[in-house]
């Protein structure tokens, strides 16, 4: 079984700089890939990045691609996502998810954290 929980969301304007973190419980937590999505108002949940459990390879939605990076702390059993260059349209409720995978987090993880509001102001 494994807990996540979300923090760092908030109101920024746009050019801004947000972190979101992920704190997973667990003792499994290294073999699982780690994702965030996203969930703006009136729109389905979409990928914004993961990173494998084995390497450290990321993967990106290419929306984001060159202003976020996503990252990884095993002893910590945390993963991040450090969002730049902040866009109105990056508003959304940020989720963290986690799955036993050698890959990309699919749109069907295994666990789901409660989410964090992002939202970027004009």
């Known amino acids: 079984q494994v807990q996540l929980v979300e923090s760092g969301g908030g109101l920024v304007q746009a050019g801004g700089s947000v972190r979101l973190s992920c704190a997973a419980s667990g003792r499994s937590f290294s073999t699982y890939s780690m994702g965030w999505f996203r969930q703006a108002p009136g729109k389905e949940r979409e990928f914004v990045a993961s990173i494998a459990w084995t390497a450290g390879r990321t993967f990106y939605t290419d929306s984001v691609k060159g202003r976020f990076t996503i990252s990884r702390d095993n002893a910590e059993n945390t993963v991040s996502l450090q969002m730049n260059s902040l866009k109105p349209e990056d508003t959304a409720v940020y989720y963290c998810?986690?799955?036993?995978?050698?890959?990309?987090?699919?749109?069907?993880?295994?666990?789901w954290g409660q989410g964090t509001q992002v939202t970027v102001s004009s």
């Open positions: 998810a986690a799955q036993r995978c050698v890959g990309v987090v699919s749109t069907n993880p295994d666990y």
